[in-house]
């Protein structure tokens, strides 16, 4: 398609998207709200009104919304040709190996409830609703008797099912050349080489000064820090998302990094994410569902046992609970290759009036599902802005780390990247581990699948965070895995077994993550 | 778009505009669906092999020709199809200039190796809907008979490659207006004299017009457009006892 077509299609799918949101009512209720100010003339209506929006700020709130709707999921750029599951997943066998998945999960999930006894979901009685709003605050205090529940699935499961993917009409001949590849991973996806990345992450290059490296307490503050934060104060002045996801590829400083990341977001509507946590508050009080008991065992298990996290566990439970009943994540669902869970009322099935999608959200938690959330309670304070925070990350990257996808930032790609990363730059190492029976991707993939939440230390995972918003990609996140592997070279090459590597890369908790991305990147 | 208003006291009239709408019916499919045409079987081009001592080997390249029904020529608006594995495209086509119909049609590129794959080992744009539109070809694709799809895939990561679901879409006819324009005029004519013109004092209107808005607001405030929140229950129920595997 030539490029005007393709921009007005672009123009006109932004348009209808952002029709009838929140931002357009307001926007015309401004617009509305002006007619009474004495400069605005009937002959010049419409460039009068124009110049109000853009010197009151309604400009700039436009283009952030715009900058998310870029951003958010692909607008399809050709004509109507393409059917709905292709913007979901372009690759045939993708979508029949993520659907093979969701079965099994759901025949899971189904045979859990029945065994238990426990329905999937129910209404909650009114004198346990009032006990549940009493406690809200405190729901850690609880010690409800999750035993006979576990996890639905583990990040390893998942692995197996990655590893399995063959592209069927992909010729992997037995004859070894050049093209052979070592690792796990046998689907040829397109990930991007160090010559790509470096042209890619020029911010993280060595003579770029960034947080992470250059606030080291041995700089003195003016040579970087100083000038930097001022830098980031105007542009948190500016309310422009644009130049905030700029400004993050060389870290946000601690001060200003919550109120950054909630603008590259365009998490910035206050009371309309207080009313919406709201709502979903009084949908969890209303129904309990099997789902919330997987929430309340999934952060005992993980973030209840971490030093930096458990502090948190209240928030937690607030945002997840709240999490499960959004209906209005079921909208990510376009471009994600998932399907949600589809259901029926009791006693109605088959009639599509009483379909449903269970949970409400379409997401169904797995082992380690609370880190995603956890490293986001050290900067946000008040649930309802926690909570709006987290849905904007989890719509934009973190569902891709749990589905089957040929997307650059989807977890199979990640793999796929690391693995090759490690093999042309470390190939003895690699062939050593391979020959030991360690392949570094059953050693990485934990990492990677919770884009190291829980194994790096908090700072530090703020850092890489930075980075994964500035470049609105997960790339760092497989760039820093092959890091490690590099760091801990020497060591890895004396080991004899899978548990002797596992246990040297056991401990991630002392890492310096910028540094040892810069290094791989553009030292090696 | 297929409602013609038909001057019922005129019978001749009557005729053309029911021809006219059959001729608008025709090619209101063919702009849908694509012209009908019959994809002949993928003719992959191998090199070796003709003295029976050595094995063929696949060159890399196939060729796809794409018949339009016979004695049918078409003026092409956009080529539509869904790649399966193929890394560059080329597009020849044969056309039979009108008016010489003794004399032979004559093949022309339309367009030369253009990628549909960025890297042709790996699975980026492998399996993408594609549309070609006459502006990206070199030669004006009108009063086509023929259309010659030559594939390249250079890469032996692949086992094969083709193109899918080909479709033709022809150039549409400006629509056939004349019918309503004049009914619309004819109406016009029985309206009688054109209104004479008030001299108008702008500054005031606008003070009314002011007000009005100032008003229309005021009754409009009290409609809520606040975003609501999905329901994910059914009149406030919310029992699910299994989940259905589709």
Same mark, same amino acid.
């Given at each position: 398609?030539?490029?005007?077509?393709?921009?007005?299609?672009?123009?006109?799918?932004?348009?209808?998207?952002?029709?009838?949101?929140?931002?357009? &009512?307001?926007?015309?209720?401004?617009? !509305?709200?002006?007619?009474?100010?004495?400069?605005? !003339?009937?002959?010049?209506?419409?460039?009068?009104?124009?110049?109000?929006?853009?010197?009151?700020?309604?400009?700039?709130?436009?283009?952030?919304?715009?900058? !998310?709707?870029?951003?958010?999921?692909?607008?399809?750029?050709?004509?109507?040709?393409?059917?709905?599951?292709?913007?979901?997943?372009?690759?045939?066998?993708?979508?029949? &190996?993520?659907?093979?998945?969701?079965?099994?999960?759901?025949?899971?999930?189904?045979?859990?409830?029945?065994?238990?006894?426990?329905?999937?979901?129910?209404? !909650?009685?009114?004198?346990?609703?009032?006990?549940?709003?009493?406690?809200?605050?405190?729901?850690?205090?609880?010690?409800?008797?999750?035993?006979?529940?576990? /996890?639905?699935?583990?990040?390893?499961?998942?692995?197996?099912?990655?590893?399995?993917?063959?592209?069927?009409?992909?010729?992997?001949?037995?004859?070894?050349?050049?093209?052979?590849?070592?690792?796990?991973?046998?689907?040829?996806?397109?990930?991007?080489?160090?010559?790509?990345?470096?042209?890619?992450?020029?911010?993280?290059?060595?003579?770029?000064?960034?947080?992470?490296?250059?606030?080291?307490? @041995? $700089?003195?503050?003016?040579?970087?820090?100083?000038?930097?934060?001022? $830098?980031?104060?105007?542009?948190?002045?500016?309310?422009?998302?644009?130049?905030?996801?700029?400004?993050?590829?060389?870290?946000?400083?601690?001060?200003?990094?919550?109120?950054?990341?909630?603008?590259?977001?365009?998490?910035?509507?206050?009371?309309?994410?207080?009313?919406?946590?709201?709502?979903?508050?009084?949908?969890?009080?209303?129904?309990?569902?099997? *789902?919330?008991?997987?929430?309340?065992?999934?952060?005992?298990?993980?973030?209840?046992?971490?030093?930096?996290?458990?502090?948190?566990?209240?928030?937690?439970?607030?945002?997840?609970?709240?999490?499960?009943?959004?209906?209005?994540?079921?909208?990510?669902?376009?471009?994600?290759?998932?399907?949600?869970?589809?259901?029926? $009322?009791?006693?109605?099935?088959?009639?599509?009036?009483?379909? *449903?999608?269970?949970?409400?959200?379409?997401?169904?938690?797995?082992?380690?599902?609370?880190?995603?959330?956890?490293?986001? =309670?050290?900067?946000?304070?008040?649930?309802?802005?926690?909570?709006?925070?987290?849905?904007?990350?989890?719509?934009?990257?973190?569902?891709?780390?749990?589905? *089957?996808?040929?997307? =650059?930032?989807?977890?199979?790609?990640? =793999?796929?990247?690391?693995?090759?990363?490690?093999?042309? @730059?470390?190939?003895?190492?690699?062939?050593?581990?391979?020959? $030991?029976?360690?392949? /570094?991707?059953?050693?990485?993939?934990?990492?990677?699948?919770?884009?190291?939440?829980?194994?790096?230390?908090?700072?530090?995972?703020?850092?890489?965070?930075?980075?994964?918003?500035?470049?609105?990609?997960?790339? /760092?996140?497989?760039?820093?895995?092959?890091?490690?592997?590099?760091?801990?070279?020497?060591?890895?090459?004396?080991?004899?077994?899978?548990?002797?590597?596992?246990?040297?890369?056991?401990?991630?908790?002392?890492?310096?993550?910028?540094?040892?991305?810069?290094?791989?990147?553009?030292?090696? | 778009?297929?409602?013609?208003?038909?001057?019922?006291?005129?019978?001749?009239?009557?005729?053309?505009?029911?021809?006219?709408?059959?001729?608008?019916?025709?090619?209101?499919?063919?702009?849908?669906?694509?012209?009908?045409?019959?994809?002949?079987?993928?003719?992959?081009?191998?090199?070796?092999?003709?003295?029976?001592?050595?094995?063929?080997? +696949?060159?890399?390249?196939?060729?796809?020709?794409?018949?339009?029904?016979?004695?049918?020529?078409?003026?092409?608006?956009?080529?539509?199809?869904?790649?399966?594995?193929?890394?560059?495209?080329?597009?020849?086509?044969?056309?039979?200039?009108?008016?010489?119909?003794?004399?032979?049609?004559?093949?022309?590129?339309?367009?030369?190796?253009?990628?549909?794959?960025?890297?042709?080992?790996?699975?980026?744009?492998?399996?993408?809907?594609?549309?070609?539109?006459?502006?990206?070809?070199?030669?004006?694709?009108?009063?086509?008979? +023929?259309?010659?799809?030559?594939?390249?895939?250079?890469?032996?990561?692949?086992?094969?490659?083709?193109?899918?679901?080909?479709?033709?879409?022809?150039?549409?006819?400006?629509?056939?207006?004349?019918?309503?324009?004049?009914?619309?005029?004819?109406?016009?004519?029985?309206?009688?004299?054109?209104?004479?013109?008030?001299?108008?004092?702008?500054?005031?209107?606008?003070?009314?017009?002011?007000?009005?808005?100032?008003?229309?607001?005021?009754?409009?405030?009290?409609?809520?457009?606040?975003?609501?929140?999905?329901?994910?229950?059914?009149?406030?129920?919310?029992?699910?006892?299994?989940?259905?595997?589709?």
């Amino acid at each position: 398609m030539d490029e005007d077509a393709e921009l007005s299609l672009t123009v006109s799918q932004l348009v209808r998207r952002l029709k009838g949101s929140h931002l357009h &009512a307001e926007m015309e209720r401004e617009a !509305r709200e002006c007619l009474h100010q004495p400069e605005i !003339r009937l002959d010049t209506l419409k460039d009068d009104v124009r110049k109000f929006l853009r010197t009151s700020g309604w400009e700039r709130k436009l283009q952030n919304a715009v900058h !998310r709707e870029l951003h958010v999921g692909r607008l399809s750029p050709s004509l109507p040709v393409a059917p709905p599951e292709h913007l979901k997943e372009p690759l045939a066998y993708m979508r029949k &190996a993520q659907a093979s998945w969701e079965k099994r999960i759901l025949k899971s999930l189904n045979s859990m409830s029945t065994e238990l006894g426990v329905p999937l979901a129910r209404m !909650r009685p009114a004198a346990e609703q009032q006990d549940l709003s009493n406690k809200w605050n405190e729901m850690s205090t609880d010690e409800p008797d999750l035993s006979r529940f576990r /996890p639905v699935y583990a990040p390893k499961d998942f692995l197996e099912v990655v590893v399995a993917l063959r592209s069927p009409n992909h010729d992997s001949g037995e004859n070894a050349g050049a093209r052979s590849h070592w690792g796990l991973i046998q689907v040829p996806l397109d990930v991007k080489d160090i010559t790509q990345l470096r042209r890619a992450y020029t911010e993280l290059s060595l003579a770029t000064g960034q947080l992470g490296i250059d606030d080291n307490a @041995h $700089i003195h503050p003016d040579l970087f820090e100083n000038d930097y934060i001022d $830098i980031g104060k105007k542009v948190l002045a500016e309310q422009d998302s644009a130049a905030a996801q700029q400004y993050s590829r060389r870290g946000c400083p601690t001060g200003l990094r919550a109120d950054l990341w909630a603008l590259i977001l365009n998490s910035v509507n206050q009371p309309q994410d207080v009313m919406r946590y709201e709502q979903l508050k009084a949908g969890v009080l209303q129904h309990d569902l099997l *789902v919330d008991n997987l929430i309340y065992k999934d952060v005992k298990l993980t973030a209840s046992n971490d030093d930096d996290y458990f502090v948190f566990e209240d928030f937690l439970y607030q945002v997840l609970l709240c999490f499960s009943r959004d209906a209005a994540i079921l909208e990510h669902f376009k471009h994600n290759s998932a399907t949600p869970p589809k259901s029926y $009322i009791q006693g109605k099935e088959g009639d599509e009036d009483y379909a *449903v999608f269970y949970p409400p959200n379409g997401v169904i938690p797995f082992h380690g599902f609370s880190m995603y959330v956890a490293p986001l =309670c050290f900067l946000y304070n008040e649930p309802s802005k926690l909570y709006s925070v987290f849905r904007e990350m989890y719509t934009r990257y973190f569902f891709r780390l749990h589905s *089957v996808s040929s997307a =650059c930032s989807g977890i199979v790609s990640l =793999c796929l990247l690391f693995e090759r990363l490690l093999q042309t @730059h470390l190939p003895q190492l690699f062939y050593h581990l391979q020959q $030991i029976g360690a392949q /570094p991707l059953r050693i990485a993939f934990k990492w990677m699948i919770r884009a190291f939440s829980g194994y790096l230390c908090t700072d530090q995972l703020l850092f890489l965070w930075d980075r994964i918003l500035g470049y609105d990609s997960l790339e /760092p996140v497989a760039v820093l895995a092959a890091a490690i592997f590099a760091f801990r070279a020497e060591n890895l090459m004396e080991v004899t077994s899978l548990a002797s590597a596992e246990a040297v890369l056991a401990d991630l908790s002392t890492l310096k993550v910028m540094p040892l991305i810069q290094i791989f990147l553009f030292a090696s | 778009m297929n409602c013609l208003i038909i001057n019922c006291g005129d019978g001749g009239r009557l005729q053309d505009a029911q021809q006219r709408a059959k001729q608008v019916r025709m090619s209101a499919d063919d702009v849908t669906k694509g012209v009908a045409c019959t994809l002949k079987p993928p003719v992959f081009l191998h090199f070796g092999g003709g003295d029976g001592k050595t094995q063929a080997c +696949c060159s890399g390249v196939c060729v796809i020709d794409v018949a339009l029904p016979p004695g049918k020529t078409v003026n092409i608006e956009a080529i539509a199809f869904k790649n399966f594995y193929t890394a560059l495209l080329s597009v020849r086509l044969q056309r039979r200039s009108p008016g010489q119909e003794g004399a032979a049609a004559k093949w022309c590129t339309a367009l030369r190796d253009r990628p549909l794959m960025n890297n042709p080992h790996t699975e980026a744009g492998a399996q993408d809907y594609y549309t070609i539109d006459r502006k990206q070809m070199q030669v004006d694709p009108d009063d086509v008979s +023929c259309v010659r799809l030559i594939l390249k895939q250079p890469s032996s990561a692949w086992l094969t490659f083709s193109l899918e679901d080909v479709r033709i879409f022809p150039r549409t006819q400006p629509e056939p207006d004349k019918e309503l324009s004049d009914w619309l005029l004819a109406l016009n004519l029985l309206e009688g004299r054109p209104q004479t013109q008030v001299p108008v004092d702008a500054a005031s209107v606008s003070c009314g017009l002011q007000q009005m808005w100032a008003l229309s607001q005021v009754m409009q405030s009290s409609q809520s457009h606040a975003a609501s929140v999905g329901r994910f229950d059914v009149d406030g129920c919310y029992d699910v006892h299994l989940l259905f595997l589709t």
